[in-house]
């Protein structure tokens, strides 16, 4: 493993820690980048990396970007974030998880751990019989917890529609064309909260099958994978893995606004930059997508409280995503700034790093 804190990355993490269990084939790099606001609070990726290298960098710009979204959602809750390294092919075992619970209870708080990328609530009940500093799970109709990627979705169509109000003029999303990248829990529940509402969408995933499927379901168009940010639409929405905003990405977009759930959507800083050249309208990936943090986070805080969960509160606290965006756009256009050097700023004043 490389030297991290040589990782351009690398941002004054307050922790950054390698675990390694032989007798259950963990290898996992825990990162909290910031416990200014409370526990550094962030999910869980399983995924399999050609190189290490990978790992590091999305613990390092993950956990950094957890601290920006749970202080700009208002939670008392730092930044952190876990990858767990699997091989070619491999399964996640019982041992696998075991461990990987022990390594996240020695922490001892400081990081609460949920579903991410690879990980579902059958993956956080068996990580919450080792450690209590786990959200995400199952929850009973009208609770909190449970899989954050609905209350995700619903925040980014909140974000959707504000964005569309403020480029394009528009109080509703009626005949908007609207591409989205990605049609998991994410981007299929988005598409299906924008279908209601009368969007044109056209969609795309990976998985070809899955995005036949919905847009089958909701009567929409389907494009490959590797066309879908070359559309002509009105927004376009990545919902699937990151990094996706590079030269190339940006100078294919044919788009007015790019809103959607994907972490670290911007290859590099320099990319919002280029976003706002173009005259594109960017929603900080952060900001828009914190609907699922702030459903989990509040489960966990009420658990920790012993204080009763109120759904309500959740879906308040997501409508309030729509005001935060307004708040960063306005000052963008003020100042001449990016909207995610906008929204950074904003951020790390709330960390006590402005």
């Known amino acids: 493993m490389m030297a991290f804190w040589t990782e351009p990355d690398f941002d004054e993490h307050e922790l950054v820690q390698l675990v390694h269990d032989s007798a259950s084939g963990l290898t996992a790099i825990i990162a909290i980048h910031s416990t200014h606001l409370g526990p550094g609070a962030g999910g869980t990726r399983f995924w399999h990396y050609d190189k290490p290298e990978g790992a590091m960098r999305d613990a390092l710009r993950l956990s950094r970007g957890m601290s920006y979204k749970n202080a700009m959602a208002g939670l008392p809750m730092g930044g952190g974030k876990a990858v767990v390294l699997l091989g070619p092919g491999a399964e996640k075992t019982p041992e696998l998880l075991a461990a990987f619970g022990d390594a996240v209870n020695a922490l001892g708080g400081r990081y609460v751990t949920a579903e991410d990328v690879g ?151 320099e990319h919002g930059a280029q976003l706002a050249e173009r005259g594109i309208l960017y929603a900080p990936d952060y900001v828009i997508n914190a609907g699922g943090i702030i459903n989990v986070g509040l489960e966990y805080l009420c658990r920790q409280h012993g204080s009763p969960c109120d759904i309500n509160e959740v879906r308040r606290r997501i409508a309030q995503i729509p005001e935060r965006l307004e708040a960063i756009w306005r000052e963008s256009e003020a100042t001449g700034q990016s909207s995610d050097v906008v929204a950074d700023a904003m951020a790390r004043r709330l960390i006590g790093r402005g």
């Open 119 to 269: 990980a579902t609530e059958a993956d956080m009940v068996a990580i919450s019989k080792r450690t209590p500093h786990v959200c995400g799970l199952p929850a009973d109709d009208g609770s909190i917890g449970g899989d954050p990627g609905p209350f995700t979705a619903m925040g980014i169509y909140h974000g959707i529609r504000a964005a569309v109000a403020h480029k394009l003029g528009k109080d509703s999303v009626r005949g908007v064309h609207v591409a989205v990248q990605g049609c998991g829990s994410v981007g299929g529940g988005v598409a299906r909260l924008l279908a209601r509402d009368g969007a044109t969408l056209t969609l795309s995933d990976i998985d070809a099958k899955r995005a036949k499927a919905l847009a089958t379901e909701l009567g929409s168009q389907v494009v490959a994978s590797d066309r879908v940010m070359g559309v002509t639409c009105d927004v376009f929405s990545p919902n699937a893995l990151g990094a996706v905003l590079d030269e190339e990405g940006i100078a294919r977009l044919d788009c007015q606004i790019v809103a959607g759930g994907a972490n670290n959507q911007l290859a590099r800083p």
